[in-house]
């Protein structure tokens, strides 16, 4: 396979990543945008809002996009890895800082959202940070100890889950226990178990991707309908019925403690749709303009939707009645957040040429 040809193949599959993220950052802010406007604190619904619970739980399966985020991260992270090859030998410190930067930005994201009561509430952000942290150790001393402890946590999530709700009240305080398995669903959303290995997923399968053996579509096509074909058939086949929508508790453990069988049906659809989005490629490049900033921008997307999105909705609700408020807030929050992306990647690149031309004039 010549050179050429192999970095056609990653552009292919970071092109697919950017359509995935894309569509799960749309969907993520339509549904934040619902419930801010038919919620009390984005914490359940009001009474105007009851009227839409038999519906959200009819549409709950469009959750899929944003629960997709995390998978999406681990193979972002890995596609970051492939293009710094020979960068290794530096890496942690760099990882260090970043999945910190992350932990923190989502502390702030928390005061300047929802004031000082929630400060230390935990969300992806933390567990995105933490998981890059983690995945950059344990690949270190050993691959099989990454995908083994991921594997271990996605088995027995359940049974830790029991094994910590038998132990002291004052140990299922604590927060580094609630980080972990979220006993406090009120504060703690986005635990490591199960979700850390939903991330590793996502990292494992672009590096079976990535690896020489797949550098041509067939070998692709094998592989992808075999692992989603195999993970869809292990979902359905311990499958536990679907999720139940709890309007008194819109962000809780109905949500982040899945069952195992939402979990493989998650991975299933994701192969699925990063297969889709390789093939889709042609079409994808046509539109990229659309899709990259918003992929791109993830982050600073995330923070300023969230902290001005909540506050605008809060005060537009006392002016004008919710139903009438969802699609043009809707359309504002999608329209600024594509320009917060393409604001990052001109920053980037032009981060890039000045680091190029600082290299030529040494």
């Given amino acids: 396979m010549t050179e050429k040809a192999s970095g056609q193949h990653f552009e292919r599959h970071i092109m697919a990543l950017h359509a995935m993220k894309f569509m799960g950052i749309v969907v993520m802010i339509a549904i934040h945008t619902f419930f801010w406007l038919f919620s009390s604190r984005d914490t359940c619904l009001t009474q105007r809002g009851m009227v839409y619970a ?5 549409l709950v399966f469009f959750g899929y996009f944003p629960l997709s985020l995390p998978i999406i991260a681990g193979a972002m992270y ?8 020979g960068a290794e030998k530096t890496r942690l410190i760099h990882i260090l800082a970043v999945s910190l930067m992350i932990i923190l930005l989502g502390y ?7 004031g000082k009561a929630c400060i230390w509430d935990w969300d992806v952000l933390g567990l995105i940070g933490l998981a890059y942290l983690f995945i950059t150790l344990m690949v270190r001393i050993s691959s099989w100890l990454l995908y083994g402890t991921a594997i271990m946590i996605l088995v027995f999530s359940k049974a830790i889950y029991a094994a910590v709700a038998q132990m002291p009240l ?28 939903v991330i590793v997923f996502g990292y494992g399968y672009y590096e ?6 797949m550098q041509n579509r067939r070998n692709i096509m ?12 292990l979902g359905t086949v311990t499958w536990a019925g679907p999720w139940r929508f709890n309007p008194a508790q819109i962000w809780g453990s109905w ?27 042609p079409l994808l490049i046509k539109i990229q303009w659309l899709i990259k900033p918003v992929s791109v921008g993830i982050l600073w997307i995330y923070l300023i939707h969230t902290i001005t999105g909540f506050h605008l909705i809060a005060f537009l609700k006392h002016l004008l009645k919710a139903p009438v408020l969802f699609f043009p807030v809707l359309s504002i929050l999608l329209l600024s957040s594509w320009f917060i992306g ?3 990647e001109y920053i980037n690149n032009h981060q890039f040429e000045f680091v190029v031309k600082k290299v030529a004039k040494e």
């Fill in 54 to 58: 038999e519906w959200i739980s009819t």
């Fill in 78 to 85: 890995r596609a970051r890895i492939e293009e710094d090859r």
């Fill in 108 to 114: 702030v994201m928390n005061l300047l959202t929802w």
């Fill in 170 to 197: 004052s140990v299922q305080k604590l927060y580094i226990v609630n980080i972990f398995v979220s006993m406090d669903s009120v504060h703690f959303y986005w635990p490591v178990v199960p979700w850390f290995a």
């Fill in 208 to 213: 079976l991707l990535f690896s020489p053996g």
């Fill in 222 to 233: 094998l592989i992808s309908t075999m692992l989603s074909a195999v993970f869809l058939l």
């Fill in 255 to 281: 949500l982040f403690h899945p069952d195992l069988s939402i979990l493989l049906l998650l991975a299933g659809v994701f192969v699925l749709c990063s297969y889709l989005c390789y093939l889709a490629w």
């Fill in 342 to 344: 393409r604001g990052v």
